[in-house]
């Protein structure tokens, strides 16, 4: 596929996946194919120790590629960000390896990439969304304090760790290529960097279920995610303030997708 047709490109991190990508490779593709569009799936094998590659190496050929790229340096978002800046395509995002997140409305993000947004931020906490989680008392509570910390960084939505952002690709790789926080936190780095260069950030609602697996610990994670906060906070500060916001440039994506209004399945 040349990269100059390519639409949209989904990065994937995956750390021992091997037995979660194969669905998760099947309805992602699936999601994608029926956008009717040039897509790819690119799955970062973040320093693996099972059969993450191999699984991806078998994929079979199909209307959606599927490309393996490997990440030394171990940490979502340093994967997230591989991924992110070996893309040229004209929008690229991410989203879980556990799809937690329904792919189901790709179409609505699409559409609102190509109308003008430079971000499309699933939210869990935007009122439309619908949750189905198991989470303790304790890591509820633990996310509404997070989400208070991070709004010192984040304005424009209302949460920044859903797993699924989509961007135009050049203010992806302007957001992602100095990102320095490789844990849980770097959507809030990604985010407020986007959002300090003067970049239009959508918020969605998702359709999120709380999948078995997760490699958020509580306990392990989460006052270091509070502590990567504080520093993404006091680094952002610290930089210089861009010269010119992000120009609002609304591209046509491919022929099949430009005109005065988007196909039907690219309408929210």
Request: charged content about 20%; hydrophobic content about 45%; some cysteine.
């Amino acid at each position: 596929m040349s990269s100059d047709a390519l639409v949209l490109d989904v990065v994937v991190p995956a750390y021992n996946e091997a037995l979660r990508l194969p669905d998760t490779l099947v309805l992602l593709r699936q999601a994608l194919a029926d956008l009717g569009v040039p897509c790819r799936v690119t799955v970062v094998d973040n320093a693996s120790t099972d059969g993450t590659a191999d699984v991806v190496a078998g994929v079979p050929a199909g209307p959606v590629p599927v490309r393996l790229l490997h990440c030394a340096d171990r940490g979502k978002g340093f994967a997230v960000r591989a991924g992110v800046l070996a893309s040229d395509a004209r929008y690229v995002g991410f989203c879980d390896a556990d799809l937690a997140t329904a792919p189901d409305n790709l179409g609505h993000v699409l559409w609102l990439l190509v109308d003008g947004a430079d971000a499309v931020v699933g939210s869990r906490a935007h009122p439309e969304s619908v949750v189905e989680e198991r989470h303790s008392l304790l890591r509820r509570w633990g996310a509404v304090a997070f989400r208070a910390a991070v709004r010192q960084v984040v304005r424009g939505v209302g949460e920044t760790q859903c797993g699924f952002k989509f961007f135009r690709g050049d203010v992806a790789r302007r957001a992602f290529a100095p990102l320095r926080c490789g844990g849980f936190a770097f959507d809030v780095e990604v985010l407020g960097r986007a959002e300090r260069a003067g970049a239009r950030l959508v918020e969605i609602p998702v359709n999120w279920v709380d999948v078995p697996g997760s490699r958020f610990s509580p306990v392990r994670h989460g006052w270091r995610s509070f502590l990567d906060v504080a520093s993404i906070r006091r680094q952002l500060r610290h930089e210089a303030v861009p010269v010119a916001p992000m120009p609002i440039v609304g591209l046509p994506v491919a022929p099949d997708v430009t005109g005065a209004t988007a196909p039907a399945g690219l309408r929210p």
